[in-house]
């Protein structure tokens, strides 16, 4: 198994275990998170290690996640750069509705780190689970 790869995994586990501390702490001290199909409101970048753990601090208490039903990891041909493509499933907290919800992620990786993290997912299908695009926003907007 590949350290990229390994990465993943543990990122993986440490949402399922709901430790977001640990899984911010995947991020290099100054490594970046992008959402590029943020909505309005919603933050469009995270710079640093403690962005990234203030932004995911509430996280379990929006969704409950029970489960990665999909995962497929794409090495590109850039060593540092690897595709993860992964679904989950869980509950929003608020609504008690399902939450299942796909996600397309671009990572840099260097020495175990993640130095920037491209984050493609529908804010549109996470709102509807959450309740509407404002209890999306007011959950993870105020970073």
Do not use: C
């Amino acid at each position: 198994m590949n350290q990229n790869r390994a990465l993943v995994d543990r990122a993986m586990a440490l949402l399922l275990a709901k430790d977001m501390v640990g899984f911010a702490d995947l991020w290099a001290p100054d490594g970046v998170l992008e959402f590029p199909f943020a909505a309005p409101g919603y933050p469009t970048r995270l710079t640093g290690r403690t962005e990234v753990r203030d932004y995911l601090r509430d996280y379990p208490s929006v969704v409950d996640l029970h489960a990665v039903t999909s995962l497929d990891v794409h090495q590109s041909v850039d060593p540092e750069v690897v595709v993860v493509e992964f679904e989950v499933d869980g509950v929003a907290v608020r609504t008690g509705r399902p939450y299942q919800l796909g996600y397309v992620a671009v990572l840099t990786v260097r020495d175990g780190e993640i130095l920037r993290y491209r984050d493609y997912w529908s804010p549109l299908a996470a709102a509807t689970a959450l309740g509407g695009l404002d209890e999306l926003t007011s959950a993870f907007g105020s970073a």
